[in-house]
């Protein structure tokens, strides 16, 4: 791994962007290991508002390890910003690169309301930041792959949607943290209005107290008629076969695309009977920083900025309300 | 009354409806386990399909009157395999004629002809049981005894999802389905699609998911949410449903039953119960072909029998009734449950058709609903209730 170690007396790297990466959760330290391979970009240090964490995964990465991750933002010669941690780490980190007018890669989900997404807005807006927050399905290779297939013609009538993401780890609200990429990827790719959701939540498995729910339900009705069923779990129990699993599956009546996120694979029904599964992808994280480039080198507006995102609150807003009052919520045009 | 019942000898059977279900599996079960069973009758309405079936698996007499079958005192026992808006009117009648009951499921078309049902058969102190033939499915049971051996923990949530092909029953030729009261023996549309006599997927195969799933949690549901849609402009019930169920020992239930996919999809089940220290899953991703293989009988395609493990589930459902009566003992599927699967099947059809969450203590709604309405219309078409019960006065 010596050769994609950040060498700054190698000579292309001269000529590629600097980039930090500021909150080392798993996220943060895999676009730690695609930045320390992309061809544009430089990564020049880590840091964690949890330096103990920080310094572990610096020294895994073997990358500098910046103990105060306020200097980070501050530092005037990096280019770039990644910010990932943990929901609340990842809002404080966002906002205060956003008032310093940073270009910044911001992980999804930025935050968890639409008032805190609308604060994150105006503090960018103010600052002169560019915030990027691309949604991870959209080039996952098993999730791209689907949304594609979706619009090829040949699915034919869509029947029926089935997501479910669930993961082992002990993150905040999962109808945030795993609901609103998935909800976005779900919407984008079906290109139609959800206009009702029905939620169930509940804590199933949590030992952490009675804090906020890790299991949920939800029963989304689009304007076709479609409806999508989605369920979102974290705190899975350790003997989960995997640390997380996304599986999302388009019934349609004349083929059905399931896409695995797990084994980044899709499999694709047809109705003649046959079976095709296609090959992977290139690395989601590497995709993510390709997208991430123009906004840090020609200081252009990113595509998914956290505007793009505000659409979705209302409808995480409305499952919230169904799972506390029971009943199904309707989503009105605005 | 039958004149003997066959403690020591083989217990003699008749089977009433000769379609899909009676010639694809209970036929072939009975045929299999003939060293304890004598199929004697079997009764349809139509005429030549009983007779086939009565030639084909070797029984001496064929009817087109059930009446005709459950007046024989040679018969023991029934094997009612008639579309679910007959089960109620059909086990009285058995009960009646002191004959035990093996019924299809659903057990029925409502909760109270359900009840009915219990009640006859207690009363007539002969057995009932209902064919949740998955619970007698050897990989549905090493998941029960997964969750009994603690392997799991206790159970918090239970995943059930279901996918059919379209063409699994309708591209049988000569598909039996295609019956229906009204159609005078022609073919305007399967019984299971139309209003009058289905309510289409929740009760085709959503009922044998809020079976597994109450089996599986352990517990009964509280309340359920439901969305269910028609897909095929032509049918008249929805061919999809998707529940959220909540139980009274905290778990959740969740199910999604789709029928109308491609017809090369292949029967697609997933199964998955989150305890709080482990999970078990069952996934049928393999099952690539919808091949039909016919060797003792059966008219299901390969896929369904590996999927549901139909002849092994058929024989041991029937040998454990059999032996229950032999035993004088219960039957190993307490009808109970059937019951409560389908009070939580029709709670969901009922949350779909209202949309709000619906609660189990809120009681059946009143059976006057259009399909109950039409029901009536047909079993009282000539004014006359033969049983007494019919679906009148739910
Ligand atoms: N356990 C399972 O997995 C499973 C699978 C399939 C069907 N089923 C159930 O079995 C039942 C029958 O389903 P099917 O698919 O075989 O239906 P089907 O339409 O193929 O067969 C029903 C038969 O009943 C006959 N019939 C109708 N009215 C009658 C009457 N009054 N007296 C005698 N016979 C009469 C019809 O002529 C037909 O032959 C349904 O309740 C269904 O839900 C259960």
């Avoid at chain 1, 694709?268 to 290139?282: H, I, K, L, Q």
């Avoid at chain 2, 009960?95 to 093996?102: D, Q, R």
Wanted: charged fraction near 20%; glycine fraction near 8%; charge should be negative.
């Amino acid at each position: 791994m010596n050769a994609s170690r950040p060498n700054p007396n190698n000579e292309e790297s001269h000529s590629s962007l600097s980039l930090a990466v500021v909150g080392l959760d798993g996220t943060g330290e895999a676009f730690a290991r695609a930045g320390m391979l992309h061809p544009a970009f430089r990564l020049v240090t880590v840091a964690d508002p949890r330096p103990e964490r920080g310094a572990a995964v610096a020294n895994r990465l073997g990358v500098p390890f910046a103990p105060a991750y306020l200097d980070v933002l501050n530092d005037p010669t990096l280019d770039g910003l990644i910010v990932a941690g943990d929901m609340a780490d990842r809002a404080t980190i966002l906002a205060e690169a956003a008032v310093r007018g940073r270009a910044v890669l911001a992980t999804s989900p930025p935050a968890g309301t639409l008032t805190r997404l609308d604060d994150l807005i105006l503090t960018a807006s103010e600052g002169g930041a560019r915030v990027a927050c691309p949604n991870p399905w959209r080039v996952v290779p098993a999730t791209a792959l689907a949304a594609r297939q979706l619009r090829e013609p040949g699915i034919g009538q869509l029947l029926a949607v089935f997501a479910a993401h669930r993961t082992k780890q002990a993150m905040g609200d999962p109808l945030v943290e795993l609901g609103l990429p998935l909800l976005d990827y779900l919407v984008g790719a079906l290109r139609a209005e959800v206009v009702q959701v029905q939620a169930t939540a509940e804590t199933l498995f949590a030992t952490d107290g009675p804090g906020e729910p890790d299991t949920w339900l939800l029963l989304l009705r689009f304007r076709t008629g479609l409806i999508a069923t989605v369920e979102l779990g974290r705190s899975l129990p350790a003997a989960f076969p995997t640390d997380s699993e996304l599986r999302v599956e388009f019934a349609g009546s004349e083929r059905v695309v399931v896409a695995d996120a797990e084994n980044l694979g899709v499999t694709t029904y047809a109705g003649d009977g046959s079976v095709r599964r296609n090959a992977s992808g290139p690395d989601a994280h590497r995709a993510l920083l390709d997208g991430f480039l123009p906004a840090v080198r020609d200081a252009q507006a990113p595509e998914e900025s956290l505007v793009t995102l505000r659409w979705v609150m209302p409808l995480i807003e409305a499952a919230r309300r169904s799972a506390a009052e029971g009943t199904p919520v309707s989503l009105t045009r605005r | 009354m039958s004149d003997r019942v066959g403690s020591g000898s083989r217990l003699r059977v008749g089977v009433i409806g000769a379609g899909t279900i009676a010639v694809g599996a209970h036929l072939p079960a009975i045929l299999r386990l003939r060293d304890s069973l004598e199929l004697v009758a079997v009764a349809d309405v139509r005429a030549e399909a009983a007779k086939e079936a009565a030639e084909r698996f070797g029984a001496a007499h064929a009817y087109t009157d059930t009446r005709e079958l459950l007046d024989r005192s040679d018969i023991d026992a029934v094997v009612i395999c008639t579309p679910e808006f007959l089960h109620a009117e059909q086990t009285l009648a058995a009960a009646a004629a002191g004959k035990h009951v093996l019924c299809e499921k659903p057990m029925a078309a409502t909760v109270a002809e359900a009840d009915a049902m219990l009640d006859a058969c207690q009363r007539a102190g002969v057995r009932l049981m209902i064919g949740h033939s998955r619970r007698f499915t050897p990989r549905y049971q090493r998941i029960r005894e997964a969750i009994d051996r603690g392997d799991i923990g206790e159970v918090r949530l239970v995943r059930e999802n279901e996918r059919r092909p379209i063409a699994m029953y309708t591209a049988q030729a000569g598909w039996a389905g295609y019956w229906a009261p009204d159609a005078g023996g022609g073919n305007a549309r399967p019984w299971l699609e139309q209003a009058a006599y289905s309510q289409g997927a929740a009760l085709t195969n959503a009922v044998h998911e809020m079976d597994l799933i109450r089996w599986f949690v352990g517990a009964e549901a509280v309340s359920v949410y439901a969305e269910s849609r028609i897909t095929d402009p032509n049918a008249e019930v929805p061919d999809f449903i998707t529940a959220s169920i909540r139980f009274a020992n905290g778990a959740l239930g969740a199910t999604e039953v789709v029928n109308r996919l491609p017809p090369g999809y292949p029967v697609y089940h997933l199964t998955e119960v989150f305890g709080r220290d482990g999970l078990v899953r069952a996934l049928d991703p393999a099952m690539a072909t919808l091949a039909v293989t016919d060797p003792t009988g059966t008219t299901f395609p390969a896929n369904w029998g590996t999927l549901l493990q139909v002849p092994i589930a058929y024989e041991s459902q029937l040998r454990g009734f059999a032996d229950a009566i032999a035993a004088d003992g219960p039957v190993p599927l307490d009808p109970v449950h059937a019951r409560q699967a389908l009070a939580l099947s029709l709670a969901a059809v009922r949350s779909s058709r209202e949309g709000r969450v619906v609660r189990l203590d809120e009681g059946e709604e009143d059976a006057a609903t259009p399909a109950a309405a039409v029901r009536r219309g047909i079993t009282g078409s000539d004014g006359t209730d033969p049983d007494g019960v019919g679906t009148e006065g739910q």
